[in-house]
């Protein structure tokens, strides 16, 4: 079992940046495909980025050059650094956690970009 936790989400204006860290515990947690998702309202829930237990990044076209994923040394915590933040980027951010068959979420974190 895996819990995941996500925070760092907010209010901030088009341009800026947030943080978003997901604390992961659970068995074998460093071995995960960690990876963050975001649902817009009306719309389906999307990939943003992932990173592999050995660091492998892959990162959604829209995202490319503006949001940084990274883990910390003990692969506990994932962070989604997000800079240039666009109105486009308004979403609820969801963290994932998967490998091989297991599949976990977290709740959720709403960032909002507005002026």
């Known amino acids: 079992q895996v819990q995941l936790v996500e925070s760092g989400g907010g209010l901030v204006q088009p341009g800026g940046s947030l943080r978003l860290s997901c604390a992961a515990s659970?068995?074998?947690?460093?071995?995960?495909?960690m990876g963050w998702y975001r649902q817009a309202p009306g719309k389906q829930r999307e990939l943003v980025a992932t990173?592999?237990?050995?660091?492998?990044?892959n990162y959604a076209d829209s995202v490319k050059g503006r949001f940084t994923i990274s883990r910390d040394n003990a692969k506990t915590t994932v962070y989604l650094q997000m800079n240039s933040l666009q109105y486009e980027d308004t979403a609820v951010y969801y963290c994932r956690a998967t490998r091989v068959r297991n599949d976990y979420w977290g709740q959720g974190t709403q960032v909002t970009v507005s002026s």
């Open positions: 990173i592999s237990p050995g660091g492998t990044t």
């Open positions: 659970g068995s074998m947690v460093s071995f995960y495909l």
